[in-house]
């Protein structure tokens, strides 16, 4: 009896184990490409958002997403002089999709990039 109930919760365990390595994610990484430190970094997409307190100047960070479904993305940030900005990024995600997004704050702009697909 516990033989079976071993060997059933190690196929429980392995079949997590394999259900976790084939999720599907994005990487994205986020640079602030500035002089000057950025402050609430949002990136927001369908089903969740990543928050960055701060980014230095000439930082990056790098996190994953998984989109719950159909998804556009944006960025928001507060810059070195207090004002509020956002952008809209042209990338289209869906949950089953792979890949990386890389968003550069720059002075005057912010440069978004993605191969994700399916």
């Given at each position: ?21 084939c ?33 230095p ?10 989109p ?13 002089i ?21 968003i ?15």
């Open positions: 009896m516990n033989c079976t109930k071993s060997i059933l919760q190690i196929a429980a365990v392995s079949m997590l184990v394999i259900l976790a390595a999720a599907q994610y994005v990487t994205v990484t986020v640079t602030n490409a500035t002089q000057q430190p950025v402050r609430d970094v949002q990136v927001r997409y369908t089903g969740g958002s990543i928050d960055i307190p701060d980014l100047p000439n930082a990056t960070r790098t996190v994953r997403i998984r719950s479904g159909e998804s556009s993305l944006t960025v928001r940030y507060v810059d070195a207090g004002t509020e900005r956002s952008k809209d990024g042209d990338v289209y995600l869906e949950r089953d999709y792979s890949g990386t997004i890389a550069e704050i720059r002075p005057n702009d912010v440069v978004v990039s993605s191969n994700a697909r399916p």
